[in-house]
């Protein structure tokens, strides 16, 4: 999906021995060599660096964690973090990473709110000189330096697959998306849509984003069950918009046997959900993207670039049968 642009160019250069030692003297100066598009490579130094963290915003349950396991890694691997709120605006996004740069961080981790709104941000900070990792979402065109994510696409396959199995082929579907544009709606909806194409009996009757939020799901759930007479399966692309379904739906009276419902990410709510009945399924979005993205973050800064530009952990499906796999059943398995 993205087209590698690093690593260095390899040059040809005759001069006398004295041109020589004085180009060596400059490079050893700068602190490093020349990448490609004429940004520099990340020095080896042992010094203390500060990196600037400006998610899509620090409210998602998911992203909560995400931010705590970041900053966790933080204190192992003796670096600063400056954490900005973006609240889901893509003019504060832009303008944090314009502070950003300004402040001259070392290295910057961003969550794009969607796959094209961060690019000439990105682009500015790279070409200052300040490496960009993008996690959980993409930024398609940019000039980033990585990504850390997870196989949303596939998630999205197993939750159709997971659907097709419990109703045996056939039913109706109300889909709530994630935010409209963000590389994990577009994936997970591609996986989801693309896989359910194999099971004619199954048919997508209502579809609505709640945009990732709590009390959005619930409100679209509302909407659905308005105008949808008769539905087999909740399919949410994340769990926060999985428990505002779940509201809506008991507040309507709705027999809990009568559907199916499934979400997204793995959060402890989720696993209770699932313990008590309420809900089917989840896919787990790993929160080792998380760490995972400042470790490479850092090793790239103190020379050491990770061996792919693209990295993405793989999701798996939670049942009751399997809680204990997921990622925050520590927290939940002795909740009341």
């Known amino acids: 999906m993205h087209t590698p642009h690093w690593g260095g160019r390899r040059v040809d250069m005759k001069c006398s021995g004295k041109v020589l030692v004085a180009a060596l003297a400059m490079c050893l100066a700068l602190g490093g060599a020349v990448f490609a598009g004429g940004k520099t490579e990340p020095t080896a130094a042992k010094k203390q660096l500060t990196i600037g963290f400006n998610p899509v915003n620090t409210t998602m349950t998911w992203m909560q964690f995400a931010r705590e396991a970041l900053l966790k890694k933080a204190k192992e691997l003796g670096v600063n973090v400056i954490v900005t709120d973006t609240e889901n605006s893509v003019a504060k996004q832009s303008a944090n990473m314009e502070d950003l740069i300004a402040r001259g961080v070392d290295g910057i981790i961003t969550d794009p709110i969607d796959v094209t709104s961060l690019v000439p941000a990105i682009n500015k900070a790279v070409a200052a000189g300040i490496p960009v990792a993008t996690l959980d979402r993409a930024a398609t065109g940019s000039n980033y330096n990585f990504f850390v994510g997870s196989d949303d696409v596939g998630g999205g396959r197993l939750i159709a697959d997971f659907v097709n199995k419990k109703l045996s082929g056939k039913g109706n579907i109300v889909l709530l998306t994630g ?76 027999d809990r046997k009568s559907y199916v419902i499934t979400g997204y990410d793995g959060i402890p709510d989720a696993l209770l959900a699932i313990r008590d009945g309420l809900a089917d399924c989840t896919v787990q979005y ?30 798996w499906v939670i049942t009751k049968e399997n809680l204990a796999t997921g990622d925050f059943y520590s927290l939940v398995k002795n909740a009341d």
């Open 179 to 254: 935010s409209l544009g963000s590389s994990p709606q577009l994936d997970r909806s591609k996986g989801f849509k693309d896989e359910l194409a194999k099971f004619p009996g199954l048919h997508i009757v209502f579809e609505q984003t709640g945009e990732f939020f709590r009390e959005k799901g619930m409100k679209v759930m509302e909407d659905a069950i308005t105008a949808v007479p008769k539905f087999d399966a909740v399919v949410c692309q994340n769990d926060d918009m999985m428990m505002g379904a779940i509201q809506a739906l008991k507040a309507a009276g709705i």
């Open 286 to 315: 790993p929160v080792g993207q998380a760490p995972e993205v400042l470790t490479r973050l850092v090793a790239y800064l103190r020379g050491n670039p990770p061996k792919e530009r693209d990295y993405k952990m793989m999701p």
